[in-house]
Each structure stands twice: as C-alpha cells, then as structure tokens.
C-alpha cells in the first residue's frame, strides 16, 4: 500500500515536470516489462499499412492540410486507385484580408499538387479564420457529400484547437445529423494538436518520402514553418509506439487517426462541445 501511494506521486510530479517525450518514454518502459513479447498491448487499436478501398471525401481547411495530416494515407488510397476528393474550405490567406495574391499562390500550390496525383479538388472561397457551420455552409457540404457519397471522410480531429479546424468539425457534425443514414467512416486527422488516443494507425513507412516531397510543394507555407520536420518528428514517434513499439526496426512513420462511425462521430463530438461549454472555452462562441 505504501508503494503504491509513492508511485502515484512519484507519476504525479513526473507530470508536473517532466516534458512529454519523457512521459511517453516512461509509460513505454513500465508497459514493455511487464508485457510478455514488450511492447504495447494493442487493444481498441488497429495498425494497418494499406488503405481500405472506397471513395475519399478530405476535408482540408487550408490548402495543405490535406499533407500534413491524412498525406500519407492518402496516397495509400490513390495508389489503390480510390476515388479522393479533397474539399478546401477556406482560400488559405492566413487571416490577411487584402492578400488575395496569396490566395491565387496557394490555389496554384494545391492545383499542382492535384494534377501531379489525381485528386479530385473543390475550392470554396471562404476567408481564412472565418470558417462557421450556418445554413450555407451545411447546405453546401450536404451537396458534396450526395454528390460524392464516401465511404471515408477525413479531416482535422476535433480536438485541434485551431478555429477553422473545430470549426470544419462543427460543420460535419451539424451536415451528418441531417444525414441519419449515412454510413460513412471518419477519420479525425493531426495537424497542431496530438490526438491523445488514436484508435487507428497507418503505417506509412515505405511512402513517407512521398509526403514529405507533396508537401515541400506547398512552398508559401513552408517559407513561416518545417512542417516536415513537424510530421517527420510526430510521425517518427507513433511509429515507435504503435506500429513498432518492440524498437526491433531502427526507423519508420506512421499517422494516427481517431476513426469512428458517423453516429459515433456527432454523439462523440456533441458530448465534447457540451464540456466547452461548461467551460466556457473560446472555441465556442
């Protein structure tokens, strides 16, 4: 009992302390001794190195988002000659209202990427950082999605602070409840914020290079931030500790997603909205 109580605090002012690497490190050595073959153990985890066929709906929105995050899964979908449509909901400015020099570069940025890989791109003309779920919006990602009828829809994990990024989720969230019937599976993807418990990995070890390049395409971004550095670093450690936990392969990159029903999606996500609010988080407005 004595024990216990020590280790609890022990693990309490590691917390309070030490970095997140360190945590990680740490959870990864207590789990690996005390499992028979060390390691995690996977359950309520599925790690895959190929993508499931079906039609592709990405929710991106800014031009490049479609990298970042889900870059890698996604070119596992074309590969299988998957039908991918990415949706841009936002022109990418950046907030700076005047530049729409920078909303042509950016287009002309994506439109590259999409030519050079197959993808199928809508452009909607909504300001960056002003993005809302209201009757247009809704009424219009209703549309795409009649007109597309995925089977995956992709986009940023709700738990992704960035205003237009909760917002595309509050816009989904508000389109699926009209849409009862649908079966779509939804895949919640990292772009500034960690997923705290992904569900579900794809390795992408043997494409990562093709990611990086895609994204080394969106050059504007690229100029104020590494996101390859960002996914590289990112990727490199749910890889470690998801697909090769076990440390028996030097290196190697997977993404980690949040993967649930539609059902699952809005309930999960309206439950999450309702403690914003009691919180009284800016999120929400």
Request: glycine content about 4%; proline content about 6%.
């Amino acid at each position: 009992m004595v024990r216990k109580k020590i280790r609890r605090l022990i693990w309490r002012f590691l917390h309070w302390l030490a970095p997140p690497e360190m945590i990680a490190a740490l959870k990864y050595r207590q789990i690996a001794t005390s499992a028979p073959k060390g390691g995690f153990p996977l359950k309520n985890l599925t790690v895959v190195s190929a993508a499931p066929p079906g039609t592709v709906l990405v929710l991106a929105p800014h031009p490049d988002d479609e990298v970042i995050g889900p870059g890698g899964a996604l070119y596992l979908h074309l590969k299988n000659e998957d039908p991918v449509t990415v949706l841009y909901l936002t022109d990418g400015r950046g907030g700076i209202a005047s530049d729409t020099d920078l909303v042509a570069i950016r287009r002309r940025e994506a439109k590259a990427i999409g030519k050079e890989h197959g993808l199928n791109q809508i452009f909607w003309d909504i300001p960056d950082t002003t993005l809302t779920s209201n009757s247009g919006t809704v009424a219009a990602l209703k549309q795409v999605l009649k007109k597309i009828r995925p089977d995956f829809i992709y986009l940023p994990s709700f738990f992704d602070r960035q205003h237009d990024h909760f917002a595309a989720n509050q816009l989904l969230a508000d389109t699926l409840r009209d849409l009862e019937d649908s079966a779509v599976t939804i895949l919640g993807y990292e772009i500034w914020d960690n997923i705290s418990y992904p569900n579900y990995i794809v390795d992408i070890s043997d494409i990562f290079e093709m990611k990086a390049s895609m994204m080394r395409q969106y050059e504007t971004p690229m100029r104020s931030t590494d996101f390859v550095a960002l996914f590289r670093h990112r990727n490199a450690l749910h890889y470690s500790l998801f697909v090769n936990s076990a440390y028996r392969e030097p290196e190697g990159y997977a993404e980690a997603f949040c993967r649930l029903d539609a059902r699952q999606y809005v309930t999960l996500f309206n439950k999450y909205v309702e403690t914003l609010k009691e919180t009284h988080n800016p999120l929400i407005d």
